[in-house]
C-alpha cells in the first residue's frame, strides 16, 4: 500500500483506517500468542511485538511489496505486516507442518519468499549483513527494489554492524538500516552497553545520513522511511533510521523484567499507537464506532480463525527432518 500526499503531516481516513486495523491485528496475535504459550501449546523462545506496532504499520505505507524485509527474532509482527498469513505464523508456533517454515523455525525464523519476507534471524546481528545482501542483490540484478533491514539496540553493538555499514556505503547499497529501540537488549538500558546512546550517529562515520524517529506515531515512522526508501531507490545509498520505541512486554516470555519499572511502562502505555490512531479515526475524520467495532470483530476473528488452523494442522513428517537445510530450490537470488 502506497500514500501520497502534498502534506506529509496529513493522512487520509483510508490509512488511518489500515493502520489501525493492522497494529490491532498485530496486537491480538501477540496477545493470543502470548496466552498460549502459558498454556503450553507454544514452546521455546517466543518474542512479543506488543507496543512497537507503529513501526510496521509506518514501514508498510512507505514500501512496496516487492521491497524486501528481513529482522531479528521479534518478528511476528513484521511477518504479518508483510503478509505472511496470521494462519501460517500460528502454525508455526505451534511447530504444525503448515506453519510459514513448515513448523521447523518457530517464532524466531518466520519466513515467507512470497512476500518478500526474510527471516527471522536467531542470532544477534546477523541479518545486518544478510540485510545488505539482499540489497546487493536487488542492485545487481537492477531492480529498484528497497531492503529495509531492522534490528535492535542490543544488535547495534555487533561488529557487523559497522562491516556492513562501511560495505554499503562503498557499494551504495539500496538498503535503509532500521533500529527499532526498545531501551533493552535483554535486560540491559542503551545507557549501559556504550557511551553513544543515540544509535542513529553511527552512520556518521561512513558519513551515511541517520535519523531519529518517534517509533509510537505510524505517521512519524512512515515519513521517516519514506525518504530513506525514496533516496535508496534513487541511487543515494543506505539510511540509518534509529525508531525509538517500547516493548510492553518482557524480552522473552521468561523475563521477570526487574529492570524497569512499571510507571516506566505504563508511561509509553499513554501514548499507545493503536488507541491514538482510534482517536485520530473517531474525532478528526468522524468514523463511526460501529465501524471501530467492525474492524476489531474482523481481527478478532482472523485470530481465532489462525489458532483453529494450527490447532488442526498436522505436525512435520519424519521425512521433513533433513530437507531444506542447506538449499531450497527456485530460490529467487540464485544467479546462473
Given amino acids: 500500500m502506497s500514500v501520497k500526499t502534498k502534506d506529509s503531516a496529513k493522512f487520509s481516513k483510508e490509512t488511518y483506517l489500515y493502520w489501525y486495523e493492522l497494529m490491532l491485528l498485530l496486537r491480538r496475535f501477540?496477545?493470543?500468542?502470548?496466552?498460549?504459550?502459558?498454556?503450553?501449546?507454544?514452546?521455546?523462545?517466543?518474542?512479543?511485538?506488543?507496543?512497537?506496532?507503529?513501526?510496521?504499520?509506518g514501514c508498510m505505507t512507505a514500501t512496496k511489496p516487492?521491497?524486501?524485509?528481513?529482522?531479528?527474532?521479534?518478528?511476528?509482527?513484521?511477518?504479518?505486516?508483510?503478509?505472511?498469513?496470521?494462519?501460517?505464523?500460528?502454525?508455526?508456533?505451534?511447530?504444525?507442518?503448515t506453519g510459514c517454515s513448515k513448523g521447523?523455525?518457530?517464532?524466531?525464523?518466520?519466513f515467507g519468499v512470497k512476500e518478500r519476507f526474510f527471516g527471522g534471524h536467531g542470532i544477534v546481528g546477523a541479518q545486518?549483513?544478510?540485510?545488505?545482501?539482499?540489497?546487493?542483490?536487488?542492485?545487481?540484478?537492477?531492480?529498484d527494489n528497497v531492503s529495509l533491514t531492522f534490528f535492535g539496540d542490543g544488535a547495534a553493538r555487533q561488529g557487523i554492524l559497522h562491516e556492513t555499514f562501511n560495505l554499503a556505503m562503498t557499494w551504495k547499497l539500496p538498503v535503509v538500516f532500521i533500529c527499532e529501540n526498545n531501551n533493552y537488549a535483554m535486560g540491559t538500558s542503551?545507557?549501559?552497553?556504550?557511551?553513544?546512546?543515540?544509535?542513529?550517529?553511527?552512520?556518521?562515520?561512513?558519513?551515511?545520513?541517520?535519523?531519529?524517529?518517534?517509533?509510537m506515531s505510524p505517521e512519524a515512522v512512515h515519513d521517516a522511511v519514506n525518504r530513506?526508501?525514496?533516496?535508496?531507490?534513487?541511487?543515494?545509498?543506505?539510511?540509518?533510521?534509529?525508531?525509538?520505541?517500547?516493548?510492553?512486554?518482557?524480552?522473552?516470555?521468561?523475563?521477570?523484567q526487574k529492570y524497569r519499572t512499571?510507571?516506566?511502562?505504563?508511561?509509553?502505555?499513554?501514548?499507545?499507537?493503536?488507541?491514538?490512531?482510534?482517536?485520530?479515526?473517531?474525532?478528526?475524520?468522524?468514523?463511526?464506532?460501529?465501524?471501530?467495532?467492525?474492524?476489531?470483530?474482523?481481527v478478532k476473528k482472523e485470530v481465532e480463525e489462525s489458532v483453529k488452523f494450527a490447532e488442526e494442522s498436522p505436525w512435520p513428517s519424519d521425512d521433513e527432518l533433513l530437507k531444506d537445510v542447506y538449499i531450497q530450490e527456485d530460490y529467487p537470488f540464485i544467479i546462473d
Fill in 30 to 57: 501477540e496477545e493470543k500468542a502470548g496466552q498460549l504459550y502459558g498454556m503450553q501449546k507454544i514452546r521455546g523462545f517466543c518474542h512479543l511485538y506488543i507496543g512497537q506496532e507503529a513501526v510496521a504499520a
Fill in 104 to 110: 521447523k523455525g518457530g517464532s524466531m525464523h518466520f
Fill in 228 to 256: 530513506a526508501v525514496k533516496r535508496a531507490r534513487e541511487g543515494g545509498g543506505p539510511t540509518l533510521l534509529e525508531v525509538k520505541t517500547y516493548r510492553y512486554k518482557g524480552h522473552s516470555m521468561s523475563d521477570p
Fill in 128 to 143: 545486518i549483513g544478510t540485510g545488505a545482501g539482499l540489497a546487493f542483490a536487488e542492485k545487481y540484478n537492477g531492480t
Fill in 66 to 97: 516487492e521491497d524486501t524485509f528481513i529482522t531479528a527474532y521479534r518478528d511476528h509482527g513484521l511477518a504479518i505486516a508483510k503478509g505472511v498469513s496470521a494462519k501460517s505464523c500460528m502454525a508455526e508456533l505451534f511447530g504444525k507442518a
Fill in 262 to 298: 512499571k510507571e516506566e511502562v505504563e508511561e509509553y502505555k499513554e501514548r499507545d499507537p493503536i488507541d491514538y490512531t482510534r482517536d485520530r479515526l473517531l474525532n478528526d475524520f468522524k468514523v463511526g464506532e460501529e465501524v471501530i467495532e467492525e474492524i476489531n470483530e474482523r
Fill in 190 to 215: 542503551v545507557e549501559r552497553t556504550s557511551n553513544v546512546i543515540d544509535i542513529y550517529k553511527l552512520a556518521d562515520a561512513y558519513e551515511m545520513p541517520g535519523d531519529i524517529v518517534d517509533g
